[in-house]
Nanobody
Framework: VQLQASGGGLVQPGGSLRLSCAAS????????MGWYRQSPGKQRDLVAT???????NYADSVKGRFTISRDNAKNTVYLQMNSLKPDDTAVYYC???????????????WGQGTQVTVSS
């Protein structure tokens, strides 16, 4: 299983970016998918998660500004980030809980990370 993230970059404060992350390979199902972020010297923190049924959870710091969504047919999760602030600067990692077969336990996979820099 591989997770390929894309969409990061440099944006001015108040701007927007959209991140994408696609799961590929051979597996049975993908349940919860999400985004986390990590700044230099800090731990990796939850940004948002979404279940296969569409249930969402957000960090307080991004509520009202970020929207997580997914396309189950494409095993892809998105993060629409609006009203970006300098504090949102971090490496953003996607995460997916994957079952390789119907009898397997769920295993968490991580993408390679994509840099988001918010600066004027």
């Amino acid at each position: 299983v591989q997770l390929q993230a894309s969409g990061g970059g440099l944006v001015q404060p108040g701007g927007s970016l959209r991140l994408s992350c696609a799961a590929s390979g051979t597996f049975f199902s993908v349940s919860t998918m999400g985004w986390y972020r990590q700044s230099p010297g800090k731990q990796r923190d939850l940004v948002a998660t979404i279940t296969s049924g569409g249930g969402t959870n957000y960090a307080d710091s991004v509520k009202g500004r970020f929207t997580i969504s997914r396309d189950n047919a494409k095993n892809t999760v998105y993060l629409q980030m609006n009203s970006l602030k300098p504090d949102d600067t971090a490496v953003y990692y996607c995460n997916a809980d994957v079952r390789s077969s119907w009898y397997s336990r769920t295993v968490a996979y991580w993408g390679q990370g994509t840099q988001v820099t918010v600066s004027s």
